[in-house]
């Protein structure tokens, strides 16, 4: 029911049609505060019971205005359930939502001449433009962030740990950021494939060639495998949402995650590689959820530890960061 506000706001969903399985969305609003980014992302959304009537005070709006003024299309009254089941069976697909145009043949001809996901690059179109500042100045270590779609709670992590960031644009070079002299570098999440994403690729190589503490996200997993010669591959369906069960294999426990990826790091490049470790599994799948590079100070997870508005099992990984700077 909650953190409606905070997925149509993660640049890691940029032009995707979401599916809200809990039957009432709408019921809170939303907040200014709340987003993760400073536009809404997605291009369309799916419910069952959409409520124009919200629960909070005065600073709330309305989800049904809120909507509205990002000028996305919602449909409502939908069997989300049987809609997930359908796409659970057949795959992740294209789709389209249309209120003004009802000709079958018209709208699957759009639908055919809409792209699909592999291939697509699309870090680059929500990264910042240009470079800015997160934290207290005053903090002992400074992180250079690569913006592929950061969340802001990410940010906010850091801060939180006593780090003080520069976020960069998606293409800045790693000679470029280390004009700046920081202890440590970020990748982060975002959208689309990352097998196009050479220019990113090429940083993560030389960062990790100048033995810099590295941590990775979501896309910025599939970025530090592909700089280590790993491959990557398009999931069926994706790991959408919250109560993902992983495995951490170093200390045997397992969290709850948010997860909202498209893409995985191969299992099989995985296990034959002498350099790179898995060190956490989706216990749904067994598929790879975390990376550290054998010789090398980096490591990087598949889902979301800043996971907002919850849950908080994988905080920690935020303070291994920090401990591997120390």
Known sequence: MTGYQEIYTDPSYFGQIVINTNVHIGNYGTLAQENESNNVQIKGMICQAFSEVFSRGN???SLQKYLENAN????TDIDTRALVQHIRKNGAMNAVISSEIHEIDFLKNHLENTPNMAGLELASHVSTQE????????SKYKVAVLDFGIKKNILRNFEKNNLFCKVFPAKTTFQEME???????????GPGDPAPMQYAIDTAKAILNANKPLFGICLGQQLLALAVGLSTYKLH???RGLNHPVKNLETGKCEMTSQNHGFGVSEFDVAKSKHVKTTH???????IEGLRVMDKPAFSVQYHPEASPGTHDSEYLFKKFVEMMN
């Open 131 to 138: 470079p800015y500042y997160w934290g207290n100045s005053e």
């Open 72 to 75: 996305i299309t919602a449909i």
């Open 237 to 239: 369906h994706g790991h």
């Open 179 to 189: 004009l700046w002299q920081p202890n440590a570098y970020f990748l982060s999440n």
């Open 59 to 61: 600073d709330a709006i």
């Open 281 to 287: 599994i989706n216990l749904n799948d067994n598929s």
